[in-house]
């Protein structure tokens, strides 16, 4: 079970910082990502970090403004989101899936488990 919190209102050039409580999965064995889905379009990959070892993967347009991290304590992954634009509206969806599977980490299609989703909107 995947359950996201810390999305909504800011104003743009500001900071959010998403949670991702996950439960019932060996998080030794799973990569997680987040990915978010504008109005009007397809979902699209913002990040990724593989639970052991920690690497992290981003989506150009996101590079050097979100970071994304786990807690292994908490087994629970962030995604911490600075100098926010309008375009960054969206919902936030954290998801995951077996690090060994085949199939591209930017490809929503990929991941087996997906949380509900938590709103982000950014004012200009």
């Known amino acids: 079970q995947l359950v996201e919190s810390g999305g909504g209102l800011v104003q743009a050039g500001g900071s959010l910082r998403l949670s991702c409580a996950a439960s019932?999965?060996?998080?030794?064995?799973?990569?997680m990502a987040w990915f978010r889905q504008a109005p009007g379009k397809e979902r699209s990959f913002v990040a990724r970090?593989?639970?052991?070892?920690?690497?992290?993967n981003y989506a150009d347009s996101v590079k050097g403004r979100f970071t994304i991290s786990r807690d292994n304590v908490k087994n629970t992954m962030y995604l911490q989101m600075d100098d926010l634009k309008p375009d960054n509206t969206a919902v936030y969806y954290c998801?995951?899936?077996?690090?060994?599977?085949?199939?591209?980490?930017?490809?929503?299609?990929?991941?087996?488990?997906w949380g509900r989703g938590t709103l982000v909107t950014v004012s200009s």
């Open positions: 998801v995951s899936r077996n690090a060994l599977r085949i199939g591209d980490f930017a490809a929503a299609s990929s991941y087996e488990y």
């Open positions: 970090i593989r639970w052991k070892g920690g690497n992290t």
């Open positions: 019932r999965l060996s998080l030794d064995t799973q990569m």
